[in-house]
């Protein structure tokens, strides 16, 4: 019996076609990119940031027994995280996990406090300092970048904000993040690219166009080379 040879546009068409299963699978599951459009992050994670996000490691298991195989961990207090923003699902916003179930969250003069305990945050930063006014003062009663809570973290949410403080939609406006809305871990910067913010807010065929030719014309001169492959911390 002859033996059986695949034709060469045989072997092209279904190595393309494993190529594209893995590819969808790869960002389905294991990683996706994730590109800055605003300052809530900084200094950490700059506008033009495009990240790696591993979708992965917060992701849902059966039994105890994958949970000890699979490399998949909880989320832990100072994790930069993905997620669905929660009054717009469509959307993904990026944040730091700042309260975990069952937390006591504060916020007095800026500074944050986990159950009665100041928290440590190096990676924060502000636009302005402390007022320091008094607790009772009016001018900062109703001010949530001065003072917020105590609240408690109910059971399967997280409480999120921003590293830069003052500018930041997160936890303090919209309230608790569910645990199903986590898409991932932020792992790395792969590409850093300075522009304008209105250059990653517009959307429109127009502005996309405009912001291809852009970094065609500038991609050396204006990526951050310091930054590529840079830990997200």
């Known amino acids: 019996m002859a033996e059986f040879k695949k034709s060469t546009l045989r072997e092209y068409f279904e190595s393309i076609v494993i190529a ?19 300052g809530s992050m900084e200094n950490n994670l700059l506008i033009g940031d495009h990240l790696l996000v591993n979708k992965f490691v917060f992701g849902p298991t059966a039994s105890r027994l994958e949970r000890k195989v699979l490399p998949i961990g909880s989320i832990r207090r100072g994790d930069i995280i993905v997620f669905k923003y929660p009054e717009e699902p469509d959307r993904d916003f990026i944040k730091r996990v700042i309260g975990l179930p069952g937390d006591t969250v504060q916020l007095r003069d800026k500074k944050v406090s986990i159950n009665g305990q100041p928290l440590d945050e190096p990676y924060v930063h502000f636009l302005q300092p402390p007022s320091g006014a008094t607790e009772f003062s009016e001018v900062t009663s109703f001010d949530v970048r001065e003072r917020y809570g105590p609240v408690t973290v109910p059971p399967d949410q997280y409480f999120v904000m921003g590293d830069n403080r003052d500018n930041s939609q997160d936890s303090r406006y919209w309230g608790f993040l569910p645990r199903d809305y986590v898409k991932g871990k932020a792992l790395l910067i792969y590409w850093s690219y300075e522009a304008g913010r209105e250059d990653y807010q517009d959307e429109s065929a127009g502005a996309t166009l405009k912001g291809f030719v852009s970094v065609f014309a500038h991609f050396f001169t204006r990526t951050r080379w310091d930054r590529m492959l840079h830990q997200i911390r």
């Open 20 to 38: 594209v299963i893995l590819a969808l699978f790869i960002r389905t599951f294991v990683v996706q990119a994730f590109k800055i459009p605003t």
